[in-house]
């Protein structure tokens, strides 16, 4: 059984796909944009932009009641790797040294509406 997971505090989906879906113990998101949920709008920067993105993730588990110190696996999206640097510096920022979880980081081609990073997670409940 799946639980639809959709927050206020969080950008929400444009498209066809739901912010996370809750199943067998875990809380799975769908990758978060950038995008401030009061403006629409995105912040610049890498730096900000990651923030962004992170306050997002974090507002889609808050619904689901889970924090970040519960994220086991995460994904990063970046436009271009030259950004990883100042990406991983505020990505710290929002998981205790010693708990950080599993990563990926890849470049893509591209991010839709032209972001500059997107990040998904899983946490377990």
């Known amino acids: ?3 639809v997971i959709c927050s206020s ?17 875990m809380c799975y998101t769908s990758g978060q944009l ?11 920067g890498i730096a900000e932009q990651t923030r962004q993105s992170l306050k997002n993730v974090k507002a889609v588990l808050a619904e689901a009641s889970v924090g970040m110190d519960r994220v ?10 030259n950004n990883f640097g100042a990406m991983n510096e ?15 980081a890849v470049e893509v081609a591209r991010l839709p509406k032209d972001a500059l990073v997107e ?7």
């Not at 505020?90 to 990926?104: C, I, K, L, N, T």
Request: hydrophobic letters at 45%; charged letters at 15%.
């Open 72 to 81: 086991v696996k995460t994904t990063v999206f970046l436009s271009d790797m």
């Open 90 to 104: 505020v990505y710290a920022e929002f998981f205790g040294e010693g708990g950080y979880p599993a990563r990926s």
């Open 119 to 125: 990040i998904e997670a899983i946490a377990v409940l």
């Open 34 to 44: 950038p995008i401030d949920p009061a403006t629409g709008a995105f912040p610049e």
């Open 1 to 3: 059984m799946k639980k």
């Open 9 to 25: 505090n969080a950008p929400s989906a444009i498209g066809p796909y739901s912010q996370a879906i809750v199943a067998n113990g």
